[in-house]
């Protein structure tokens, strides 16, 4: 029998989110009755090339980090309940990661943990670097001549859906849009057709409604008197009741913080959308521009209307190169005539590497006089009328392929203690190892043939 | 007292930044449903344009949205390159809402801010 509501919730909406927050989503889950999931979105545009990386020193790891801390807490409760856990958290390496959890699940004690994965977003598996390489480019810094780390498919929900069909409690996947993992589920559960595009646009908006956390529940949102937000230390992560038609109810995790209104469905409905009547996906092209909103009780917002069109005949790739150092180094001024000391501080310091000939991108900054708003010339920041007396942190920023270069920007920096304006303290530094991406497109027929879904045994 | 009121569109609406790439994207919801005529009259292409040149933008698309009594502004080249090249603290951007919230000035009549509003003085 078709379920009539399926309820899915949010764990995290980003690799370094709250590790607890799962928990109350998952009790309240346990409370339903019915079709009910938990999903985990941890994956930025750099994320596989770091994962690869690691990968490659340790063919055992390259799953996300966070797939311990985020799954220990859940995995017992989850499994107890029902609640079946759908989750980015492969990352590079989804075998690896399922074969993790079931070590995990091991160790807690759970009996009979079953988890699949999804393969097949990984183009190197069957590509090489230079086909990769000569695939049509749409955003991003050039690759060319570079070593290619990490190249991997936005793949759809089908595959997603299919590996759920596997019956296993667990689903990891690496990279597939944000939103399939909602949107697999609903298929799953409801069987909507390849081209229901009003259905698949629903449960797409779905997915990008949850799937960063708290981000429709009040996180991301509090401006304190003008927006307010009960409860942010305890932030309710949110819970999709969507029905068989494609109507969603928003609302969140019971017994916590935050909020659902129309306000906080709204920030999120447009976060990360360009033309809201294509936002596209390897499933569906979504149409947000007929969504209505409706009350429907505390912490409940009605989303009605989403439309949807066929989806593009190529997948987005994000391709990741070596993207050489970012070194970052800061000093606090403070009190009387804290401004003028610290705009001395940053003249002596782009006179000495101007002198020393570094020739990489530097910028050097005030923070505290305007820094957040202002481009890499500071032209922002000269035309300020700040106040003369207060607290202002100086920063030096360069982007280098030569470490020692950022290493020397940053002593530049730090030699201030000594031979700079009065008054300076509070050094920090960092230098950073950075990935370059680049989104190309890759006809979607060859790549989707690798897709694939299989359980994994211990 | 004045009926109408010029004030920071901080004052009668709220948003959002997001970044894909080089190209921000933000929004701007207006609190009360009154407000978002005077918004979709005063909050131009070009005026957000001219307060993201000076980072090198190059053009601002605005879609409107009367259902939600929002606009979606995508930015192009608003991100001095983005996580890729940027040199700033806020490589993707995130802090732009506010730039744009803080900078850019309505003038609407009072029933457009919300009752006790800090930008009401009363």
Redesign the interface.
């Given at each position: 029998m078709t379920a009539s509501t399926v309820y899915i919730g949010s764990g995290a909406g980003f690799a370094g989110d709250r590790i607890d927050a799962g928990l109350p989503v998952v009790e309240t889950l346990a409370r339903r009755d019915g079709p009910r999931y938990l999903i985990f979105e941890v994956m930025g545009e750099r994320t596989l090339a770091i994962a690869q990386r690691i990968k490659m020193r340790n063919p055992e790891l390259g799953y996300s980090p966070y797939l311990e801390p985020y799954l220990r807490g859940v995995l017992k409760p989850a499994k107890d309940a029902g609640v079946r856990i759908v989750a980015n958290l492969g990352n590079a390496n989804p075998l690896g990661g399922a074969r993790k959890t079931l070590e995990i699940a091991a160790e807690l004690g759970i009996d009979g943990l079953r988890v699949a994965v999804v393969l097949g977003d990984d183009l190197l598996s069957f590509m090489s670097g230079d086909e990769v390489a000569a695939l049509p480019a749409v955003e991003g810094v050039s690759i060319a001549g570079k070593e290619i780390v990490a190249a991997n498919a936005y793949l759809g929900a089908r595959p997603v859906a299919e590996a759920l069909t596997l019956g296993t409690d667990v689903v990891l996947v690496g990279r597939t849009t944000d939103a399939a993992l909602v949107l697999g589920p609903l298929i799953h559960e409801f069987g909507w057709t390849e081209d229901d595009w009003d259905r698949l646009a629903a449960g797409t908006l779905a997915g990008h409604l949850l799937e960063c956390g708290g981000q429709v529940t009040g996180g991301y949102f509090c401006d304190p008197g003008f927006k307010d937000v009960p409860g942010m230390d305890e932030l309710g992560f949110p819970i999709g009741e969507i029905s068989a038609d494609g109507s969603i109810v928003i609302t969140k995790a019971e017994n916590t913080g935050g909020l659902v209104t129309r306000a906080t469905v709204t920030e999120q409905i447009l976060y990360e959308m360009h033309d809201p009547a294509a936002y596209l996906t390897p499933d569906v092209a979504l149409d947000v521009t007929g969504v209505t909103l409706a009350d429907d009780g505390k912490d409940r917002v009605r989303v009605l209307g989403a439309k949807g069109h066929p989806p593009p005949e190529t997948l987005k790739v994000t391709v990741s190169a070596d993207g050489g150092w970012l070194g970052e180094a800061e000093l606090t001024y403070a009190g009387p005539n804290a401004l003028a000391r610290a705009n001395l501080a940053a003249d002596i310091v782009r006179k000495r590497l101007a002198s020393r000939g570094v020739k990489d991108p530097v910028r050097v900054e005030i923070v505290g006089a305007g820094a957040a708003f202002d481009n890499d010339a500071s032209d922002r920041q000269r035309g300020a009328n700040m106040p003369m007396n207060g607290e202002y942190r100086l920063r030096a920023a360069v982007r280098t392929d030569d470490k020692a270069t950022a290493q020397y920007v940053n002593d530049e920096v730090l030699s201030l203690f000594c031979s700079g304006p009065a008054g300076g303290g509070g050094y920090r530094c960092s230098i950073t190892g950075q990935v370059n991406t680049a989104s190309v497109l890759v006809p979607r027929g060859p790549v989707e043939a690798q897709a694939k879904a299989e359980e994994v045994t211990a | 007292m004045s009926d109408t009121l010029t004030l920071p569109l901080?004052a009668v609406a709220?948003?959002?930044a997001?970044?894909?790439?080089?190209?921000s994207?933000i929004?701007v919801?207006a609190?009360l449903p009154e407000a978002f005529a005077y918004l979709c009259d005063q909050v131009t292409e070009d005026k957000v344009l001219g307060l993201f040149r000076?980072?090198?933008a190059t053009q601002v698309?605005r879609?409107v949205?009367p259902?939600?009594?929002?606009l979606?502004f995508?930015i192009d080249d608003a991100l001095?390159?983005g996580?890729?090249?940027a040199?700033?603290?806020?490589l993707h951007g995130k802090?732009?809402s506010f730039?744009l919230l803080g900078e850019i000035e309505v003038t609407v009549p009072r029933s457009c801010v919300?009752a006790g509003?800090?930008y009401l003085g009363d």
């Open positions: - | 901080h709220h948003g959002r997001g970044d894909k790439g080089n190209r994207n929004s919801v609190y000076h980072k090198g698309t879609y949205l259902n939600l009594n929002a979606n995508v001095e390159g996580v890729n090249s040199l700033t603290q806020d802090t732009l730039l919300p509003s800090r």
